[in-house]
């Protein structure tokens, strides 16, 4: 999501978007654009999406009421604009809604005070999460009292030994890890030592979970506990804008202006934090060659930019240097354009045409960026790696292509196959769109996450009686 997953500023324009918003816009439509954070497999069953639940769920349903009153405790190892914070702070924000008390403690945090991380903190005060140091006695107390620790990534894993110490055999049995990651490098022991003693995990993909599941029972020598696919959720404000045509076409004119595109130009975006898993270097390169395929073949074709979201305009780091340099060596300065990463993705969803899902090696693990676009009705052209396969269909919401190098061509090629063919383009957008109502919405997220609730918790509750 992605992962989902800072305000509007872009490269050129630096206002910000919610001014601009207030002027042009109605107060009813103002309301829809405000800004969000809307941007997993039973290892012995897995939870069948399916079998499970039923693709028509009343909105005015809410499946976590049972949690009202519950006290708890959210572990992040850091609190930044990547897929598992942001993604742990809307659990939180779901959490509070059926009046649970929400505990949150960010593991590492720069010793220099951090304006994103100030703002990120005082969305969560706002909406009645509360905040505590992740070392200490406080920290200690809170944990032994909560109903339920969810940890968030591997990495939270250090701050088990690091702060409980010898209270860390009366956390565990309460403890659901929520994991994102598929990188190798987390799969350490020093990390994960205490995954078979919780009382449950929670994947976004299947792919991911299997993964998990066969490293570390093979690098190891340790057993995932009972583990659950949980397929994410759009929220309810992405999906308010998504199906408002008139706040869609007032943000496309809005953002279009402010990266110099005109209406009829076509507009491929991937939108990640700028990173060499991520492929932005490697679309970069497809797109290059997609300008050359329409050169050699002499297509009448709009003029075609593309559109990276995920750049810091503070910290370039040294791969985002290597992408702007290739931009420059190549000459296409005029139809590339970076811009700042940003908490709301919205924006920009309403106003390119095709989402690129590019994440390299094992892939996303699920990708929240990709639900979003596709509620947007756009097509999405991704790596047919990891959960991005349990997302978008081949074919029918997109096309795939390869992970690495031999993916370049590929990609290109499709490029320039939804750049001359409207009719396709279209109808994959809505294909995608009908998918994401089926079951990728909030509701359906809820529902997936209150079953793994109430059984983690009943399990909690066992295992407590089973320490005394």
């Known amino acids: 999501m992605a992962k989902h997953s800072t305000g509007l500023i872009s490269v050129r324009n630096k206002w910000p978007l919610i001014i601009l918003l207030c002027i042009t816009l109605s107060s009813a439509i103002a309301f829809f654009i405000r800004a969000s954070f809307d941007g997993s497999c039973n290892s012995q069953r897995f939870m069948d999406d399916t079998n499970q639940f039923h693709s028509k769920i009343a909105e005015t349903e809410n499946p976590l009421t049972f949690m009202k009153s519950k006290l708890v405790l959210l572990v992040s190892h850091e609190l930044s604009l990547s897929g598992g914070p942001l993604l742990l702070m809307e659990l939180a924000f779901l959490l509070r809604g059926v009046g649970t008390e929400v505990v949150w403690i960010t593991n590492q945090k720069p010793n220099e005070p951090d ?169 970069l390169r497809s797109f290059y060659e997609s300008l050359q395929l329409v050169q050699e073949k002499k297509l009448q074709v709009p003029s075609m930019h593309a559109v990276i979201v995920g750049s810091d305009i503070n910290a370039q780091t040294k791969f985002e240097i290597e992408l702007r340099n290739f931009v420059a060596e190549k000459k296409i300065q005029d139809c590339v354009h970076f811009v700042n990463r940003t908490l709301n993705v919205t924006p920009y969803l309403a106003s390119i045409d095709i989402l690129v899902q590019n994440s390299q090696a094992r892939g996303e693990c699920f990708g929240r960026i990709t639900i979003e676009a596709m509620a947007f009705q756009l097509p999405v052209l991704g790596t047919a790696a990891g959960g991005t396969t349990e997302i978008a269909v081949n074919g029918n919401t997109g096309w795939l292509h390869p992970a690495g190098k031999e993916g370049v061509t590929p990609l290109a090629q499709n490029i320039v196959r939804l750049t001359t063919d409207v009719e396709t383009r279209l109808k994959m957008g809505k294909q995608g769109s009908a998918r994401v109502r089926e079951m990728f919405l909030e509701q359906h997220m809820s529902h997936r996450i209150s079953l793994v609730l109430k059984e983690v918790l009943q399990m909690a509750k066992k295992n407590a009686k089973g320490l005394k």
Do not use: C
């Open 115 to 283: 304006e994103l991380i100030y703002s990120l903190e005082q969305k969560m005060k706002d909406r009645g999460v509360q905040l505590f140091t992740a070392k200490g006695q406080e920290a200690v107390d809170i944990t032994l009292k909560a109903d339920l620790v969810i940890l968030n990534t591997a990495v939270a894993g250090k701050w088990l030994d690091a702060v409980l110490k010898e209270s860390v055999p009366h956390v565990l049995p309460k403890v659901l890890w929520w994991i994102h990651e598929m990188r190798g490098h987390y799969f350490k022991l020093e990390y994960v030592k205490h995954l078979p003693f919780v009382a449950g995990a929670m994947i976004d993909s299947h792919t991911t979970a299997e993964y998990w599941k066969n490293r570390t029972s093979a690098r190891l020598g340790i057993k995932m506990p009972e583990t659950y696919v949980v397929h994410l959720g759009n929220s309810k404000d992405l999906m308010e804008v998504a199906e408002d045509s008139v706040a869609r076409r007032v943000l496309r004119e809005h953002i279009r202006e402010s990266l110099g595109v005109r209406k009829e130009d076509l507009l491929f975006a991937i939108i990640n934090s700028v990173s060499r898993g991520k492929g932005q270097d490697l679309f």
